[in-house]
Antibody
C-alpha cells in the first residue's frame, strides 16, 4: 500500500519561504510511470495544482507559481520537497503530496497524503 | 491557460441518479478524471481515464467524456456520496482542476 506523509512547519511568516517534505513508502520513488506532486487547497476553496517532479528531476510547475517555486527529489531518502518563496496570506492552505500516474496525456493522482495545514502569518 | 467549469452545486434524492458536468474546450480530446472529497478528508480518485473505476470504487460511479463535456454519474445515489467532486485533466504539461461541485443528497 502506497503511503505519502507530508512534514514541515505549520506556520510561516509572510515574505518567508514555505518548505514541506513528502516521504513515500510502499512504492519506489524511482518509478517510470509516476510523477510526484503537490496540490494545495485554501480553506473553504477548491484544489490547485502546484507542481510535480519525476524521479530524474524533470519538473512541471503551475505557471502562476513558477517564479516562486522549487520542487526537488531525494531518491535516496524516498522523499520529494516543496519550497515556495515570498509567501503571503493567500498561500495559507492545506498542502497535499500526491502520486500522479502520467502517460500520454492521461494523468491522475491515485494516492494522496493526509494533507498538512500551513498558515501564513503577518 | 486551460479552464474547467463545474456547477457549484448539485442536489439529488437518495436512490436517484446524480449527474455532475465538467466543461472545457475540446475536453473530449483529452483524458478526464474525478475526485471525491468529504469534509476534513483527502480527495479520493473515483474515475480515471474518462470512465475507469479504481479498485474499491462502487459500480454506481461512472464517467464519460465527449465534445466539450466530461460527466460523472452516480446511479442509485446514497447518503454517503454527499461530498465535493472535482474534475481534472492534463493540458500543456499542467494539471488543471475544475472548481468543484458540492453534491447534496436530500
Amino acid at each position: 500500500q502506497v503511503q505519502l506523509q507530508e512534514s514541515g512547519p505549520g506556520l510561516v511568516k509572510a515574505s518567508e519561504t514555505l518548505s514541506l517534505t513528502c516521504t513515500v513508502s510502499g512504492d519506489s520513488i524511482v518509478n517510470n510511470n509516476y510523477y510526484w506532486g503537490w496540490i494545495c487547497q485554501p480553506p473553504g476553496k477548491g484544489l490547485e495544482w502546484i507542481g510535480s517532479i519525476y524521479y530524474n528531476e524533470v519538473t512541471h510547475y503551475n505557471p502562476s507559481l513558477k517564479s516562486r517555486l522549487t520542487i526537488s527529489v531525494d531518491t535516496s531518502k524516498s522523499q520529494f520537497s516543496l519550497k515556495l518563496s515570498s509567501v503571503t496570506a493567500a498561500d495559507t492552505a492545506v498542502y497535499y503530496c500526491v502520486r500522479h500516474y502520467c502517460n500520454g496525456g492521461n494523468c491522475y493522482a491515485d494516492y494522496w497524503g493526509q494533507g498538512t495545514l500551513v498558515t501564513v502569518s503577518s | 491557460s486551460y479552464e474547467l467549469t463545474q456547477p457549484p452545486s448539485v442536489s439529488v434524492s437518495p436512490g436517484q441518479t446524480a449527474t455532475i458536468t465538467c466543461s472545457g474546450d475540446k475536453l473530449g480530446d483529452k483524458y478526464a478524471c474525478w475526485y471525491q472529497q468529504k469534509p476534513g478528508q483527502s480527495p479520493v480518485l473515483v474515475i480515471y481515464q474518462d470512465n475507469k473505476r479504481p479498485s474499491g470504487i462502487p459500480e454506481r460511479f461512472s464517467g464519460s467524456n465527449s465534445g466539450n463535456t466530461a460527466t460523472l454519474t452516480i446511479s442509485g445515489t446514497q447518503a454517503v456520496d454527499e461530498a465535493d467532486y472535482y474534475c481534472q485533466t492534463w493540458d500543456s504539461r499542467t494539471v488543471v482542476f475544475g472548481g468543484g461541485t458540492k453534491l447534496t443528497v436530500l
